[in-house]
């Protein structure tokens, strides 16, 4: 199944307006891309390598996260009521599918046109580690758009599943054909990148190393890709150390205390505190997404209690520390991670644009993915011990896999034991257990997008509650969990082939 289209000309090297320096969440530099003849201004091009949207906004509201509380209350963006309804998105503004396209292929120009330029640098020691980070951020943006774009990726469908373009040099001119492949080819592709990468990246030494594509960071990323592969679950539990450690406590989230910060915004700065030993890549994103908790479409008291961060978990038990949550009106609930942060670019009308910092990879995340690899290799008890990590850092008691197992066993699938289909026949222990680490998932990823990931993973099938009407379903296989192109790439010469429906 394979076709092409002409990828917009945002793909030319020269369409790219600003870079996010790495000192500053919101900092820009003039674009040097015109002239990248040293290898200083091969360490500036590289700041633009990173996608300045993540589609978390219609990840979370095409999520089972969101009720619908009632026409009585508002609904403040198009885009969140056609996710609600996993429609085709209508709305081409501020994180809509054309936006996430547009953003991930510059960045992944950017990348191009760095690693063209130590090619032609002539492959220099000086450039070693900013080519691992090139390789790195094109792979990271093939991965965001093959998530969005395209069904989860499965070795037994993969090869016949659509893929999106994989762009490996920069255009020099509108009007190139693309072949967008196969989901099975996509994959190859970002994970040679990702193999390649590794070994210079170790060398990478940054001011603020957050803001980069680390080595932690960086193993982080390829434990997550390997998960999401599923062809080795011994090189995701081996990655996954590599970026923790083997016993990673001292180094995850502690929320303890969060409650002396009396704001939501207060509350952001903690969580995306550079400082932060938990937070291994932040990523600034210009969204919308810090001012859509609307009342109409929201994470309801009742789904807070039973599936998310005021659920229990085994023992019967809530975690401790999520005590400081938010809310509008007791209408619907957040906790603050992600916060508007607002850059002001013109000082006289007080005018800008908003943005959030995206935690795009951490340390419990990557806990948890090595958790998930333990459990699909029947370890259940190395499984627990990483669970227990967990548990336990956020104020609770670990657990052995059979207490795990035993507490699953009795939940609901209304709540966090919705059926799993993947093909693959998971054995009652296997099950329960693959349970426990999706609720932990599902918490820890709150507001992040992490739960739609899992969902189509998994091909969880769910349903949305619609006020004055019978709820919606999205089962287990359906298309719609791929986001259809963005109409205007579909609309351009080349006939590239839609998403089916």
């Known amino acids: 199944m394979r076709t092409k289209n002409i990828l917009l000309s945002f793909l030319l090297t020269i369409a790219l307006g ?27 091009l590289l700041l633009s390598a990173y996608s300045t949207l993540h589609p978390t906004l219609m990840f979370e ?9 009632g026409d009585g209350y508002s609904n403040t963006n198009n885009l969140v009521e056609e996710s609600y309804y996993w429609k085709d998105a ?74 999106i373009p994989y762009i490996t040099s920069p255009e020099k001119e509108v009007g190139v054909v693309y072949d967008r492949g196969t989901l099975k080819e996509v994959y190859e592709k970002i994970n040679a990148d990702i193999e390649e990468a590794l070994p210079l990246i170790e060398a990478a030494r940054f001011d603020v ?14 434990a997550r890709f390997n998960l999401f592969y599923g062809k080795d679950y011994d090189k995701v539990i081996r990655l996954a ?26 509350w952001t700065y903690g969580y995306i505190n550079k400082d932060e030993p938990a937070n291994l890549l932040l990523i600034t994103n210009r969204s919308f997404f810090g001012r859509v908790h609307n009342k109409r479409y929201g994470i309801t008291n009742a789904i807070m209690r039973s599936q998310l961060v005021w659920s229990n978990f085994p023992g019967n ?22 916060q508007e942060i607002f850059e002001v670019t013109n000082q006289v009308a007080q005018t800008g644009q908003p943005h959030v910092v995206v935690p ?47 507490f699953y066993k009795a939940s609901s699938a209304e709540t966090n034991a919705k059926p799993l289909n993947t093909g693959v026949a998971y054995d009652e222990k296997q099950t329960n257990m693959l349970y426990a680490v999706l609720h932990a998932r599902r918490v820890e990823g709150i507001h992040e997008g992490v739960r739609w990931l899992d969902i189509k993973r998994y091909g969880i099938a769910i349903k949305h509650i619609i006020y004055g009407s019978s709820p919606i379903v999205l089962e287990s296989g359906d298309y719609r969990k791929a986001i259809q192109i963005p109409s205007q790439v579909l609309a351009a010469p080349g006939n590239m082939t839609p998403n089916p429906r």
């Open 18 to 44: 600003s870079l996010s320096s790495c000192d500053s969440f919101l900092d820009t530099m003039p674009d040097q891309r015109t002239d990248v003849d040293t290898s200083d201004k091969v360490r500036d």
């Open 61 to 69: 509201f095409m999520s089972d996260n969101y009720e619908d509380n």
């Open 90 to 163: 209508i709305e081409s503004d501020w994180d809509s599918p054309q936006e996430v396209w547009d953003a991930n292929y510059k960045a992944i120009a950017a990348a191009n046109q760095v690693l063209e330029s130590i090619d032609e640098l002539g492959d220099p020691e000086s450039c070693r580690a900013y080519k691992g980070e090139a390789l790195l951020c094109r792979a990271y943006g093939h991965f965001q758009l093959a998530n969005t774009f395209c069904m989860a990726y499965n070795e037994q469908t993969a090869a016949t599943e659509l893929g």
């Open 209 to 222: 190393p957050v803001y980069h594509f680390n080595a932690k960071a960086a193993y982080a990323f390829a």
């Open 241 to 266: 150390t590599q970026a923790i450690g083997t016993d990673p406590t001292s180094v995850l989230r502690d929320l303890n205390g969060y409650d002396k910060f009396t704001t939501g915004k207060e």
């Open 317 to 338: 038990t809530q975690l401790k520390v999520y005590n400081t949550v938010f809310h509008y009106d007791y209408v619907s609930y957040l906790v603050p991670k992600m």
């Open 360 to 406: 795009a990879f951490t340390t419990d995340e990557t806990l948890l993915c090595r958790a998930e690899a333990y459990i699909l290799k029947k370890e259940y008890d190395a499984a627990a011990t990483d669970l227990s990590y967990w548990y336990k850092k956020k104020g609770v008691s670990g657990c052995t896999a059979d207490e795990i197992a035993d």
